[in-house]
């Protein structure tokens, strides 16, 4: 929920610069894509050489400090709702908001802990997609270390052994795509809060066909699998995959007034309906079938730049789920299950006290524009 209403949660208008090593779909010349140096215009920390900074210093925290005491007063009560039990920790992969810490703070704490490995794939939403002509293709960085509250997080060698395993035609390697995004970074200064050691593979998705998300998938998922064999990794114990979502965007300003323009029935009506997703496509065995539901649910099929439900993650998700599905198969693991265990709103607890800490947020929250907040955690092997 960034950035309302100059571009009506960045979610919604769907936009950052670098090194592309697959070619940007041909933009009009009223949208040249944005430089490198406007991207980091923008940034609360501009990225500087080989070390990407931060997009976000208002919502998210920027120094020890705020980040050990977010991680404090986020444990405290009332604890976000509890749609079933949670896993040991260890799980193979999260769905894991990405909004203001004062608002969806409670349920990041409740999900982080739940990853044990050192190295996690982010799976991010590529918001601004469309101001860089983006499409089909998987978002890399080039950095060598990304910057966080807590120190540098240090981007794998993984990615390079990636990057070499998968069809050239499937990448973007671009900074300013990178730079210009949140929904990474709010998720990896938790990760680095809570295990100093961990590094990332930060990867964005922008707009692709249910078809070009499978191939995708399967092409990174085998070469994640092979990577981590010759590596001697296990999935869950030595890497995660942590897809990055907020839920249902309510509100005028986002569009999307399917029960009316707010309130508390609108409210409710909303709600639940992002329960069903949570309890339904987003639980149990994963698989394609599921990761397609859930894609038609959010998004026009025919034309994926249409919203049909404004999640953050409708791309993201059915990628991720994909992605977790092949690696665990080529692996010769089972299946992934997932586990609904978290779930908030914009409006469903207190905000965390932050502001004495020098946060704040990027977007009010009430009961005519709101945001929620879904967490899940996936297991390999049953329940």
């Known amino acids: 929920m960034k950035r309302v209403p100059a571009f009506f949660c960045a979610c919604l208008l769907a936009c950052h610069p670098g090194f592309a090593q697959a070619s940007l779909s041909t933009l009009p010349v009223a949208l040249q894509r944005p430089t490198a140096d406007e991207v980091r215009k923008s940034m609360g920390i501009p990225s500087q050489g080989d070390l990407r900074g931060q997009q976000d210093a208002v919502g998210f925290a920027s120094t020890p400090n705020q980040m050990a005491k977010v991680w404090e007063r986020a444990a405290l009560p009332p604890a976000p709702e509890a749609l079933g039990p949670m896993p040991p920790p260890g799980v193979a992969g999260l ?4 909004d203001d810490y004062l608002y969806a703070g409670r349920v990041y704490r409740r999900l982080i802990p739940l990853v044990k490995a050192r190295t996690v794939v982010l799976v991010g939403v590529f918001h601004k997609y469309r101001r860089f002509g983006a499409k089909n293709a998987l978002v890399f960085d080039p950095y060598r270390v990304w910057r966080s509250p807590d120190g540098e997080i240090p981007v794998s060698g993984l990615r390079e052994d990636l990057l070499k395993r998968i069809p ?3 990448v973007l390697q671009d900074a300013a795509m990178q730079d210009s995004e949140h929904s990474v970074e709010a998720i990896a200064y938790w990760l680095k809060h809570q295990d100093p050691s961990v590094e990332i593979v930060p990867i964005l998705l922008p707009s692709a066909s249910f078809e ?24 869950g114990r030595d890497l995660a995959i942590v897809i990055s979502s907020d839920g249902i965007h309510y509100g005028e300003d986002f569009k999307y007034t399917p029960h009316g323009s707010g309130g508390v029935q609108a409210y409710t009506e909303a709600v639940e309906r992002d329960r069903q997703l949570l309890k339904g496509p987003l639980a149990g065995s994963v698989t394609p079938a599921k990761a ?12 994926p730049d249409q919203y049909r439900m404004p999640w953050c993650g409708r791309f993201s998700i059915p990628f991720g789920l994909l992605l977790l599905d ?17 779930f908030g709103t914009s409006i469903s607890s207190p905000q965390i006290q932050v502001r004495d800490l020098g946060l704040g947020v990027t977007a009010e929250a009430n009961l005519y524009h709101f945001v929620s907040y879904p967490g899940v955690a996936y297991t390999l092997g049953g329940p």
Request: include cysteine; proline fraction near 8%; glycine fraction near 6%.
């Open 212 to 235: 070009r998300f499978q191939e995708l998938a399967s092409h990174l998922g085998r070469a994640l699998a092979e990577s981590m064999r010759a590596r001697g990794w296990t999935l």
């Open 95 to 98: 769905i894991c908001p990405h």
């Open 168 to 170: 050239a035609m499937d």
């Open 292 to 303: 397609r539901a859930f894609y038609e649910a959010v998004v026009n099929p025919q034309d």
């Open 326 to 342: 092949e690696t665990a198969r080529s692996l010769g693991r089972p299946a992934p299950v997932g586990h609904p265990v978290a």
